[in-house]
């Protein structure tokens, strides 16, 4: 069975800092792989996806960046963290593009 | 732009009634609709994916039905338990990849 995971599960940085997030999935091959921001009283926000290793789409522009270096790894990053980044992120994968998305348990993400 | 607006919400009521969450959405060419359930502090997980061909599905006590025209989904619990407590989203695939959310409906039944 196919699995997702994220961590850290909790992070607390300040601002100014650098953000690294990673998403893994197992159980399946060359899946499509999002990342979305959460935001209090607000819904969920698509970042960014993938189709494929290398490949990634950006549906907001910020200061925030997506990697994927293998086909199941899906990394967020920032060089500054700023106070608005604030939020809970959530990974999630797919088979198709208009498929059923799956997600990860999420990266709790307090920027002080 | 697609906008997607789910009412009411928030929802408290006595355990074993049926109850109906609502979702609308501004434009209705859309690929299909999923509803999902979120508990506090924790991911999405899907219940319900309904494609524009199809008007309703159904999983268990659940059941889900899309009015593409109107743009409007409903998702129907029957015989509510305390462990449906949660916060209930859906969200709306206007194109690959692309999936817009709701801001949920969050749901309490009571003892």
């Known amino acids: 069975s196919q699995t997702i995971h994220q961590w850290p599960a909790t992070l607390v940085q300040p601002v100014g800092s650098p953000l690294s997030l990673e998403c893994t999935v197992e159980?399946?091959?060359?899946?499509?792989l999002y990342w979305y921001r959460q935001a209090a009283g607000r819904g969920l926000q698509l970042l960014f996806y993938s189709v494929g290793i290398g490949q990634i789409s950006s549906e907001v522009p910020q200061n925030l960046s997506a990697s994927r270096p293998q086909d199941r790894q899906f990394i967020l990053s920032s060089k500054k963290l700023l106070l608005s980044d604030s939020g809970f992120y959530l990974c999630a994968w797919s088979v198709g593009g208009q498929e059923t998305q799956y997600f990860g348990p999420g990266t709790r993400l307090l920027v002080l | 732009k697609q906008e997607v607006t789910q009412i009411p919400a928030a929802l408290s009521v006595p355990e074993g009634e049926n109850l109906v969450l609502n979702c609308s959405f501004t434009d209705s060419a859309i690929y299909n609709l999923q509803w999902f359930r979120q508990d506090p502090g924790k991911g999405l997980t899907s219940l319900l994916l309904?494609?524009?061909?199809?008007r309703e599905q159904t999983s268990g006590r659940l059941n889900a039905s899309l009015d593409k025209s109107s743009g409007r989904s409903t998702l129907y619990i029957a015989a509510s338990q305390p462990g449906d407590s949660a916060t209930y989203l859906c969200?709306?695939?206007?194109?690959?990849?692309?999936?817009?959310f709701g801001t949920g409906t969050r749901l309490k039944v009571l003892a």
């Open positions: 309904i494609q524009s061909s199809q």
């Open positions: 969200a709306v695939s206007s194109g690959t990849y692309k999936y817009i």
């Open positions: 159980g399946t091959s060359n899946p499509n």
